[in-house]
């Protein structure tokens, strides 16, 4: 059963996040990601949110409990602590 992730933070610098995000592509794809969406704020583009789809909740939740990302994400510029969301489930529109 696929699942959703939103990711949330804020970062230093856009590009550059933007370039690690985009380089750890593979990494997420060996974890079980099959892809996502990337969101902006309009007024802070530096503030960021990844709604990311997965194989199933154990190995998202292996991947975002990892220091490797954790890590990764202070290399990229993430400047506070990023908030994630694991679905629920779903609701009626």
């Known amino acids: 059963m696929m699942v ?3 990711v949330r933070h804020k970062v230093k610098d856009y590009a550059k996040w933007k370039d690690a995000f985009d380089g750890h592509a593979s990494m997420r794809r060996m974890a079980g ?4 969406r990337l969101f902006r704020d309009e007024k802070d583009p530096n503030n960021v ?3 990311l789809e997965w194989e199933d909740i154990a190995k998202a939740r292996i991947f975002f409990d990892s220091g490797d990302l954790h890590s990764i994400m202070e290399q990229a510029g993430v400047i506070d602590v990023p908030q994630v969301f694991f679905e629920v489930n779903k609701v009626d529109a």
Do not use: E, T
């Open 4 to 6: 959703h992730i939103l």
């Open 33 to 36: 990601s099959i892809g996502g």
């Open 49 to 51: 949110a990844v709604l």
